[in-house]
């Protein structure tokens, strides 16, 4: 069915990306993401709160790779419980979760979530922040900001400052300034096909392309307010290559003290990144990248990878 809505382009697209399988591919975007929530420390112990929603009868297992993770195993409209209006749960993407979990931030450390509305990471960098350090959550558009100070707010989160700044001009005023820095970054988001079946029908090559020189920009700026050592996760819930290691593959020629680390999250399924696109070679670093299609776990795709700052 939902073949009928792509477009030759992205068929013969996918068909090129050596270590997806285009069949699995077509069948977990035909079939609803699991929902997964976050249980939030900041307002209760989570025991407590699970045990809440064992009481309501709510079936759920834990999301191995991710602290205070769940994903629920029976059908149910989390939204729509007192404890999702209070706080104390926050409706999340599994792998969504994975970018934070491989960013992991401290406790006292100054973070920047460079592209932050909703709120889903800030959130969850901030529970994990447990109160102490300071997080800048950071969207241009201030409608979305809307629904990132709400979030903040119902989660019970003080330890944030919320600006509406292009992420572009952060090394004018923030050079050399973050422990961390977060850019989930706006992308094609062919990884939540199953969210929005029109994301297929809408997409072109030539908005990969663009979206990439806007990625590259937020990239490149998000390193140049690292600290030296600090480390920098950039994130993407797209499949393109253009949109993913491309873009990193820049940043490395671009800033030579910009390095790869592996990221080790127990039990997510992934492909290595690749290293060559289209005849070209690309950084073997790149291999320590996570490509992660919707089918290996049931869930969102993602791209994820994490970058230090050398001195």
Same mark, same amino acid.
């Given at each position: ?21 285009? &069949? ?81 931030? +401290? ?18 960098? /901030? ?21 990132? /100070?709400?979030?903040?707010? +119902? ?10 700044? &292009?992420? +572009? ?99 997510? +399924? ?16 790149? /291999? ?24």
């Amino acid at each position: 069915m939902i073949e009928s809505f792509m477009k030759d382009e992205l068929r013969d697209y996918l068909a090129r990306i050596p270590s997806l399988e285009y &069949d699995l591919l077509i069948d977990s975007w035909s079939r609803p993401l699991p929902e997964g929530f976050r249980v939030n420390t900041l307002k209760l112990p989570e025991e407590y709160i699970l045990e809440r929603l064992r009481k309501k009868n709510i079936l759920f297992r834990k999301i191995p790779w991710a602290r205070y993770g769940y994903i629920l195993e029976e059908e149910f409209e989390l939204s729509t419980t007192i404890e999702h209006m209070l706080g104390l749960i926050y409706l999340q993407g599994p792998v969504s979760m994975a970018s934070v979990e491989a960013l992991d931030p +401290r406790p006292g450390e100054i973070i920047l979530d460079m592209c932050a509305a909703p709120g889903s990471k800030s959130t969850q960098i /901030s529970q994990i922040l447990q109160g102490r350090g300071v997080l800048i959550a950071n969207d241009p558009v201030i409608d979305r900001c809307k629904a990132l /100070s709400s979030n903040l707010q +119902r989660l019970g989160v003080y330890n944030v400052v919320v600006t509406t700044l &292009d992420g +572009r001009v952060f090394p004018k005023i923030a050079r050399e300034f973050f422990d961390r820095v977060l850019v989930d970054a706006p992308c094609s988001s062919l990884g939540i096909v199953s969210k929005d079946w029109s994301v297929v029908k809408n997409w072109s090559i030539h908005n990969v392309i663009r979206l990439s020189r806007l990625q590259f920009q937020l990239l490149r700026a998000a390193f140049d307010c690292l600290k030296l050592g600090g480390t920098l996760v950039y994130s993407t819930c797209t499949l393109t290559v253009e949109e993913n290691e491309l873009v990193v593959h820049k940043l490395l020629r671009s800033r030579s003290n910009a390095y790869i680390e592996e990221i080790k999250l127990n039990g997510l +399924r992934y492909e290595e990144g690749l290293t060559e696109w289209n005849n070209m070679k690309l950084s073997d670093e790149l /291999s320590k990248s996570l490509r992660i299609y919707p089918y290996h776990n049931n869930a969102e795709g993602f791209y994820i990878v994490k970058i230090r700052k050398g001195g």
